[in-house]
């Protein structure tokens, strides 16, 4: 199973906000809430507690007309929480990079609620741990209902993140905490040179002194 790291906004994880984000008016409860081991921002392991619920390929085979119907209000949620990302008025607008949802093909993201008949998703709003795991596409709010309607909801084989509008969220974080890193170790070495070698004082260098009874040595006479 792919481990995914919370999109950063400054040191905030965009996690912080899935209460607000599943209000009835937005997501109404479709975003799935992680169990964290470790900081929020850089979790050592994360947990999606979804024994109650049907991955979404099995739920396509059982309960086919459901599971579409359930992708198709899942869309019309995310057009509602993309217009409250968009609005200059809103107060998650500076978290708009940072949320994504993953292709409907990636495993282990999506599953259906026979209860409620909801598609409920995890790894929202972040990025695969692994390098190797890179090229599983995301989508922002905005693009996902267009990208999965033109790949007939769920086709095999997923575009690269690149050409679905992925977020760079939780990149630029982790880029900007590493130059922060490196800029901190050089003003380190910097000040250690200063200190252990510029601030040292110099020894004034003259001719050894002359051992005791030595004559003086005469001066050189002109041919």
Known sequence: M??????????????????????????????????LDGPASLPTTVRWHVAD???????????PQD??????????????LDAELESPTSGFT????????PDL???DCYFFDPKSKQLRVANWGA??????????????AARFPQAEKR??????????????GA???????????????VLLLLLGIGAFVYLRVLRTPTANVGPPPSAPGALPTPAATPA
Do not use: C
């Open 167 to 181: 977020t760079g969220g939780a990149v630029r974080g982790r880029l900007g905490a590493g130059i922060g890193a």
């Open 94 to 101: 500076r978290f708009r990079e940072a949320f994504s949802v």
């Open 53 to 63: 619920y049907l991955p979404l390929d099995d739920a396509r085979t059982a309960h």
């Open 127 to 140: 990025t695969p741990r692994s390098q190797g795991a890179r090229s599983i596409a995301v989508h922002t």
């Open 2 to 35: 792919t481990t995914w790291l919370p999109n950063l906004v400054g040191s905030v994880a965009i996690w912080h906000l899935a209460a607000d984000l599943n209000r009835p008016s937005l997501m109404g409860g479709r975003l799935l809430v992680p169990e």
């Open 67 to 80: 599971a579409e119907a359930a992708i198709e209000a899942f869309r019309s949620a995310l057009r509602k």
């Open 151 to 164: 790949r007939g909801g769920g086709a095999s084989g997923s575009p690269r993140a690149s050409d679905t």
């Open 105 to 107: 093909s990636a495993e």
